[in-house]
């Protein structure tokens, strides 16, 4: 079983949908959670981090609920440059990195 | 651009033959990490350094591969007889070492191994 794992996909959405990827985390020391965004042959780039209360910014919204190893990540009124992978990372106190897989967005006009 | 940067960007070459890539980090950011991804893959990490201390080396990653920091700012990973298998993209992230270790990853290095 992988440490981080998240459903692949590909989600593919009309524009104005909301749509909503979960990740799940097998190491309870986990202590950082952050979502990234890739884009085809491109490098990551930080999407936002995740809050154990919560938190939003603008059309995004990301969960963690700590007592389950699950983080989600919300996003509204999709928009076409929304359309990339979306990366699930767990930092552990250490410094040390997991990525997940990533979950394929695909949205269409 | 004061990012994070790689280079060379994309590295060509026979089974067999060394190759070094390189990583110039944000120059703020004391922590370096080198992560490799194949195609439908995430980022797999390989190590990382805090400084010029290399803190972590994945289990993963064979005697063939060997990464430096030696005065703590950039970093070199080197690729000793490489295989077909290590066709992969090299990317390098570096971070504040703050509690939240918040990464900025570099445009990666693109490995083929003919």
């Known amino acids: 079983r992988k440490e981080v794992e998240q459903d692949p996909g590909p989600f593919n959405v009309p524009e104005g949908a909301t749509v909503a990827f979960n990740c799940t985390y097998s190491?309870?020391?986990?202590?950082?959670f952050f979502w990234y965004r890739q884009d085809c042959r491109k490098e990551p780039k930080l999407l936002m981090s995740?809050?154990?209360s919560g938190n939003e910014d603008g059309r995004f919204t990301a969960q963690l609920n700590r007592a389950s190893q699950y983080i989600s990540l919300l996003i509204r009124d999709s928009k076409l440059s929304d359309s990339a992978t979306y990366l699930c990372v767990v930092n552990t106190n250490a410094g040390k990195s997991t990525f997940g897989d990533g979950t394929t967005l695909t949205v269409k006009p | 651009d004061t990012g994070v940067s790689q280079d060379p960007r994309h590295k060509i070459t026979k089974r067999g033959q060394n190759v070094t890539f390189r990583c110039d980090p944000i120059s703020e950011h004391n922590r370096l990490y080198w992560y490799r991804q194949t195609l439908g893959q995430g980022p797999e990490f390989l190590t990382y350094?805090?400084?010029?201390?290399?803190?972590?080396k994945s289990r993963l990653l064979s005697d063939r591969f060997s990464a430096e920091r030696p005065k703590g700012s950039f970093s070199t990973l080197e690729i000793q007889r490489t295989e077909q298998g290590d066709s992969a993209m090299y990317l390098c992230?570096?971070?504040?070492?703050?509690?939240?270790?918040?990464?900025?990853f570099g445009p990666g290095t693109r490995l083929t191994v003919l």
């Open positions: 190491n309870s020391a986990s202590q950082s």
């Open positions: 995740v809050y154990s």
């Open positions: 350094f805090q400084n010029e201390a290399q803190l972590e």
């Open positions: 992230a570096s971070s504040l070492e703050l509690d939240r270790n918040e990464q900025f």
